[in-house]
T-cell receptor, first 112, second 115 residues
C-alpha cells in the first residue's frame, strides 16, 4: 500500500463547476499537508499549505484536512479553464528536515 | 511565493556525455534543496536531499556516483548527470526550502533527452 493515494483522473468538469480533489494516506504521523498545481512541462506550484486538521481558504481554493479519517481535500470553486492542470497532494511528518511524500497527482480539465 | 530558477530548461545530449543542471533560489536562502525526477504521467520521485555545505543524502536506488549533487552555497545547487544514457532521459525538477518550513518551492524543471 502506498503511503499516499490519489486518484489520477483525468477529471473533466464544465467551467464554473465546483471541483473536489482528494487524497488518502496511511501514516497517522503526517502533520503538514500541501497542495501543488503543475501545468504540463512545468514545475509544481504551491497552492495551499495546512498544518494538522481543519480548513483553510484562499480565494477560490479551500483545503480540508481530516486526520481522523486520514483524508485531505482541495475544493476549487467557480472553476476556470486556466485551472486545467495536474494537482498533487503532499504531506510530511513533524517540522524539521523531513522528506515530503507526494501523491501521484490528479489531472483536471475544465471545459469552457 | 518564493522564486526558484533552473538552468537549462531543456538539454539534448549524446550518450556518454555529462550534463550539469543548476538550481538557484532567487529571493531567499535555501538551507535545503531537493532534486526530483518525473517520468511522463507519474509523480515526483525524490532523488536526493542536500543541505548547504554537506554531502547530499540519496534515496534508495539512486546512484550517487551517477547523479552528483553539489550544494555550494545557500542559493545554488547543481545536479550533474554523469555518462548519461537514454534511460536517464526525464524531467528533472529541483526545489528549495527555507529553514524548518515544510513548504518547498519548485523550479520550472529541466527536460533532459539523451540520444
Amino acid at each position: 500500500q502506498k503511503e499516499v493515494e490519489q486518484d489520477p483522473g483525468p477529471l473533466s468538469v464544465p467551467e464554473g463547476a465546483i471541483v473536489s480533489l482528494n487524497c488518502t494516506y496511511s501514516n497517522s504521523a503526517f502533520q503538514y499537508f500541501m497542495w501543488y498545481r503543475q501545468y504540463s512541462r512545468k514545475g509544481p506550484e504551491l497552492l495551499m499549505y495546512t498544518y494538522s486538521s481543519g480548513n483553510k481558504e484562499d480565494g477560490r481554493f479551500t483545503a480540508q484536512v481530516d486526520k481522523s479519517s486520514k483524508y485531505i481535500s482541495l475544493f476549487i470553486r467557480d472553476s476556470q479553464p486556466s485551472d486545467s492542470a495536474t494537482y498533487l497532494c503532499a504531506m510530511s511528518y513533524s517540522g524539521g528536515y523531513q522528506k515530503v511524500t507526494f501523491g501521484t497527482g490528479t489531472k483536471l480539465q475544465v471545459i469552457p | 511565493g518564493a522564486v526558484v530558477s533552473q538552468h537549462p530548461s531543456r538539454v539534448i545530449c549524446k550518450s556518454g556525455t555529462s550534463v550539469k543542471i543548476e538550481c538557484r533560489s532567487l529571493d531567499f536562502q535555501a538551507t535545503t534543496m531537493f532534486w526530483y525526477r518525473q517520468f511522463p504521467k507519474q509523480s515526483l520521485m525524490l532523488m536526493a536531499t542536500s543541505n548547504e555545505g554537506s554531502k547530499a543524502t540519496y534515496e534508495q536506488g539512486v546512484e550517487k556516483d551517477k547523479f552528483l549533487i553539489n550544494h555550494a552555497s545557500l542559493t545554488l545547487s547543481t545536479l550533474t548527470v554523469t555518462s548519461a544514457h537514454p534511460e536517464d532521459s526525464s524531467f528533472y525538477i529541483c526545489s528549495a526550502r527555507f529553514g524548518v518550513q515544510e513548504t518547498q518551492y519548485f523550479g520550472p524543471g529541466t527536460r533532459l533527452l539523451v540520444l
